[in-house]
């Protein structure tokens, strides 16, 4: 052939950019692919090595090896495609990552991982696969070991494993994870793990939510039942001490201990209204109700509700919409509410804030609170009230509206359930921000009286 190379790579660019690439390296290639055209007209890709400078041949100024890797580099094309396929995928399903892990004997590795495992633990797939961080490290300790025995027990057969752990993310954040994958052996020291990976933190929460509404619904049902027949012997008791002290002189000793009789079964009594209001089932008159103006009443007031050490802060948005309630329970929320915050400075100096705003809520902003199963799109008050009291940690937020549990020397243990019977009573929600030694935050959203009909009856046009 005159000029073999017109030949092999017909295209005149092609040449012309093989040869500068060819001097740039002064000669010195390897694994250097190029496609050349055969003689049947197919394509073919070659990996060329120039050997001559490291072996040179007499009377010869350029000799290389070349070796057909046309077959390879399609399976390589195949596998990128089919990649690009998984990763698309997944980018259209959040919180799922596709990954294969593989076991050499007591030395694991992830061979493959989706990019979108960042979105999941805030760890690159780069350095999963590198090896430079292990998700496991981000389990909680309990977990850790339990998915290491996991992998050793399902290395000694096949079948697909699931595996749920607790995790926290490089932010910082909680997240549930669940590993789901099929086991297979191809020898007593290489398995392989096909499997997703999913963020269930979201749907651990819901099914905690539902599961924590259930309860309430069970305790409330059984508490409000109780409550109730005993505030009815309770004012038997009440209305026949009153005629006992009716029937006897004012100065008889017998006068006393039937006063005793009397205070104390209204104090009895006014425990059950609370567990009422905890059950839902306290009814009242329902009015239209200006929360700023309730707000600011019941400030006036507030030296028998907290400590003469606290100082209350006030940040309202003027010219609020009503809302509709009870005015008994919107004075009780209130009252438990700041009881409960007085009570988080344990006797020290302190000061609480409460704000009201009027905001806008979607559906999926309400998943995450702690109270707000009847609650669907739309305009609502924000009423909030922070401290800087003692706090509570993160994971027992949710046991802060149980009957009677408490964590301050003070407590009482019945304000904030009752402040969940109010507002699930009003179809509200509640959301709470706490850390330990840092204060809490309340966020209560009522709603806006244009999106729910007037409670129990007919009501006289909202006040302008």
């Known amino acids: 052939m005159d000029d073999p190379f017109a030949v092999l790579y017909p295209d005149p660019e092609q040449r012309r950019q093989m040869f500068e690439e060819f001097q ?99 760890v690159s797939a780069a350095d999963l696969l590198s090896g430079q961080q292990k998700l496991r490290d981000l389990l909680s300790e309990k977990d850790q070991k339990r998915l290491a025995d996991l992998i050793v027990e399902s290395s000694q057969r096949e079948g697909q494993v699931d595996f749920e752990g607790e995790a926290e993310d490089v932010t910082g954040r909680k997240r549930v994870w669940l590993f789901r994958a099929l086991v297979h052996r191809e020898s007593n020291q290489r398995v392989i793990f096909n499997g997703i990976i999913l963020d269930i933190t979201e749907r651990r929460q819901i099914q905690s939510q539902i599961e924590r509404a259930q309860k309430y619904q069970m305790i409330g049902i059984l508490a409000g039942g109780i409550a ?52 839902g089932r306290k009814m009242g008159r329902k009015t239209w109700i200006d929360l700023n103006q309730a707000i600011i009443e ?24 009503p809302i509709i309630a009870d005015p008994t329970l919107i004075d009780q929320l209130l009252v438990n509410l700041l009881t409960n915050s ?48 003692c706090g509570i940690e993160e994971d027992k937020i ?13 407590g009482r243990g019945l304000g904030l359930a009752a402040v969940q019977g109010i507002v699930r009573s009003m179809n509200g929600a509640i959301n709470v921000h706490s850390q330990p030694n840092r204060g809490t935050t309340f966020q209560i959203y009522l709603p806006s009286p244009h999106k729910s009909p007037p409670l129990g009856g007919t009501l006289a046009p909202p006040p302008q």
């Open 24 to 122: 740039k390296h002064e000669g010195r290639v390897q694994d250097w692919e190029l496609t050349l055209t055969a003689k049947d007209g197919s394509l073919k890709t070659i990996s060329w090595t120039n050997l001559s400078p490291r072996i040179p041949i007499s009377k010869q100024h350029i000799w290389a090896m070349g070796v057909d890797v046309t077959a390879n580099r399609q399976v390589r094309q195949e596998l990128r495609e089919k990649e690009s396929i998984l990763a698309g995928i997944t980018r259209q399903i959040p919180g799922v990552a596709i990954f294969q892990y593989i076991l050499e004997g007591s030395h694991g590795y992830y061979s493959y991982i989706t990019e979108n495992i960042h979105e999941i633990s805030g």
């Open 228 to 279: 109730h027949d005993f505030n009815n012997l309770l004012t038997s008791i009440i209305g026949n001490a009153q005629l006992g002290q009716m029937q006897i002189e004012p100065d008889s000793e017998l006068n006393e201990y039937l006063a005793d009789i009397i205070q104390s079964s209204e104090k009895a009594a006014g425990l059950c209204q609370k567990i009422l209001t905890f059950a």
């Open 298 to 321: 019941l400030k006036a007031t507030l030296g028998s509700i907290v400590s003469n050490q606290i100082t209350v802060e006030l940040d309202l948005q003027p010219d609020l919409p």
């Open 342 to 389: 007085s009570e988080s400075y344990q006797g020290r100096e302190g000061v609480i804030q409460i704000k009201t705003s009027l905001v806008e809520q979607q559906e999926e902003d309400f998943r995450k609170m702690l109270v707000q199963e009847f609650c669907s799109a739309g305009k609502y008050l924000l009423l909030e009230l922070s401290d800087q009291g």
């Open 398 to 410: 949710p046991l802060i509206f149980e009957p009677y549990y408490t964590t301050k020397e003070m």
